[in-house]
């Protein structure tokens, strides 16, 4: 089965190098595809550089579009999503991902970080459902129509989407791995209020009507 790396990414040039570094090498993986999701800075032009296939949009339309987007562009039955802002990644954390879902033991894992940072890894123990990494069938992403209006909420409607419909989900410890915060990357006053911002997308998303099992 055909697989993609999916990687949104909003002004993310810092650290989309070290992730793409390693999705491209990774053996599992047939295509790398990054959506820079109106990124003003080097994003896209960096991940060009590194090889992988770039889909630059012309503005920030939030994650669940740029994952549309990048669903798009590839004819992968499976997807891995990846965060951009990884700190830590190896080979190894796509294969377990990837696993499991190739072996029909499951239609989607999540990761959960685990000894990267503290405040990462407790905050993936109280609210896995949110977590970005995660390896999906193709059909799923397919299911949810209107996917693009849901911004950060997109990885709540995933676990919302999951439950309703029984789908097989594996929970994968994803060792040494972490992020970087908003925080860190905007300062604390921008950051706080940029993860403001990501909590009432989730909560909107709570009223995101699910399609009919």
């Known amino acids: 089965m055909k697989t993609a790396v999916l990687i949104p990414a909003y002004n993310e040039e810092h650290t989309i190098g070290q992730v793409l570094r390693v999705a491209l090498i990774c053996q599992d993986v047939n295509e790398v595809v990054v959506v ?36 798009k562009a ?18 190894s954390h796509i294969r377990l991902l990837l696993e499991p879902v190739r072996r029909g033991e499951a239609d989607m894992t ?35 129509s209107h ?6 909420g997109i990885d709540i409607i995933l676990s919302r989407y999951a439950k309703n419909t029984n789908l097989k989900v594996v929970t994968i410890e994803l060792n040494n791995l972490t992020q970087l915060m908003k925080e860190e990357k905007l300062g604390l006053f921008s950051g706080i209020a940029a993860r403001l911002r990501m909590y009432w997308e989730i909560i909107v998303a709570l009223k995101y009507k699910l399609p009919p099992c």
């Open 74 to 91: 590839t004819q992968a039955e499976i997807i891995v999503l990846l965060d951009a802002d990884l700190v830590g990644l190896n080979p």
């Open 36 to 71: 820079s999701d109106g990124s003003t800075d080097q994003t896209a032009n960096i991940a060009r550089k590194w090889g992988a296939k770039v889909i630059d949009l012309p503005e920030n339309r939030g994650k669940g579009a740029a994952i549309m987007a990048g669903l």
């Open 147 to 152: 996917f693009e209006l849901t911004r950060y």
């Open 110 to 144: 999540v990761g959960v970080f685990k000894s990267g940072r503290i405040y990462t890894d407790i905050s993936q123990r109280v609210a896995p459902f949110l977590n970005g990494q995660r390896a999906v069938k193709r059909q799923v992403l397919e299911a949810l």
